[in-house]
């Protein structure tokens, strides 16, 4: 199962640092505003929420566009 939620992180941030204003503007309105009602959404909180990892670390992460899989990953190993 780590290995999926690894890859589903990695996958967030890379859409999240596109090149591609539509995709990373996709991908933060599906973290931010659909949460639950978008499968990305509900997969970033229930991640967060399993490792533990606070709600205020991750939207730092998210706005400052820091490697959110490199903070995930220490929670994980």
């Known amino acids: 199962m780590d290995e999926i939620v690894k890859r589903m992180v990695a ?3 890379k859409c999240l640092l ?3 204003e539509l995709v ?3 991908t933060r ?3 931010w505003v659909g949460r639950m009602s978008s499968p990305l959404g509900a997969n970033v909180y229930r991640t967060t929420v399993s490792l ?4 205020t670390l991750t ?4 706005l400052h566009l820091l490697p959110l899989a490199s903070v ?4 994980i190993s």
Do not use: E, P, R, T
Request: with cysteine; net charge neutral.
């Open 29 to 31: 309105y599906a973290i």
């Open 59 to 62: 939207a730092f992460c998210i």
């Open 11 to 13: 996958f967030v941030q």
């Open 24 to 26: 990373s503007f996709v």
């Open 72 to 75: 995930l990953a220490l929670h």
């Open 18 to 20: 596109s090149d591609c």
């Open 52 to 55: 533990g990892v606070s709600k």
